[in-house]
T-cell receptor, first 116, second 115 residues
Framework: GAVVSQHPSWVICKSGTSVKIECRSL??????MFWYRQFPKQSLMLMAT?????????EQGVEKDKFLINHASLTLSTLTVTSAHPEDSSFYIC????????????FGPGTRLTVT | AQTVTQSQPEMSVQEAETVTLSCTYD???????LFWYKQPPSRQMILVIR????KQQNATENRFSVNFQKAAKSFSLKISDSQLGDAAMYFC???WGGGADGLTFGKGTHLIIQP
């Protein structure tokens, strides 16, 4: 299988500040990556599709100015939560589809964000 | 838009017995994939099994098998010989088959294994 990493695994930030979360595909290149959000005891919700070389595609209801996505290279996508609020506290997970396996998605270990 | 429904928030089974988790979905597409993912307390998503909609044969992976009823839009997961390590959240998920789309997840079922 493929290996996907996320950094940091846990971050605490103050309200009003911005925080950046990285998603890296360690052993294959990916033109597309996905970002999900998971609130406690809830399911994963797709937030956006990160596209290398072009703008991200956001799901309905996701504020693109608040959740900035940059697909910097074929192995790195970043999610920046701007002007964070306590309600942004959540578990953020990225996934990477592997084209050679029918776009089967490989998930990162997730990042727990706590906004105080 | 596609939806995925898991109607069992929690299920409990005795170790070594069999349990079935339910999932229904709604889509107007004919080309799609269905998945069952396991999320243990570590929260790492682990693929359990996948089913291509065009395949009539039900997918199996060791102790895990599915009952895919395309006309009924039902996709249940059967776990045989349940083990303590099977305890986790299980999510049913859908993806359109036409490209590299994101997944639509159900709300999940918390599976408890009684020793």
């Amino acid at each position: 299988g493929a290996v996907v990493s996320q950094h940091p695994s846990w971050v605490i930030c103050k309200s009003g500040t911005s925080v950046k979360i990285e998603c890296r595909s360690l052993d294959f290149q990916a033109t597309t990556m996905f970002w999900y959000r998971q609130f406690p005891k809830q399911s994963l919700m797709l937030m956006a599709t990160s596209n290398e070389g072009s703008k991200a595609t956001y799901e309905q209801g996701v504020e693109k100015d608040k959740f900035l996505i940059n697909h910097a290279s074929l192995t790195l996508s970043t999610l920046t939560v701007t002007s964070a609020h306590p309600e942004d506290s959540s578990f953020y997970i990225c996934s990477v589809p592997l084209r050679d396996r029918g776009n089967e998605q490989y998930f990162g270990p997730g990042t727990r964000l706590t906004v105080t | 838009a596609q939806t995925v429904t898991q109607s069992q928030p929690e299920m409990s089974v005795q170790e070594a017995e069999t349990v079935t988790l339910s999932c229904t979905y709604d889509t107007s597409e004919s080309d799609y994939y269905l998945f069952w993912y396991k999320q243990p307390p570590s929260r790492q998503m682990i693929l359990v099994i996948r089913q291509e909609a065009y395949k009539q044969q039900n997918a199996t992976e060791n102790r895990f098998s599915v009952n895919f009823q395309k006309a009924a839009k039902s996709f249940s997961l059967k776990i045989s010989d349940s083990q303590l390590g099977d305890a986790a959240m299980y999510f049913c998920a859908y993806r359109w088959g036409g490209g590299a789309d994101g997944l639509t997840f159900g709300k999940g079922t918390h599976l408890i294994i009684q020793p």
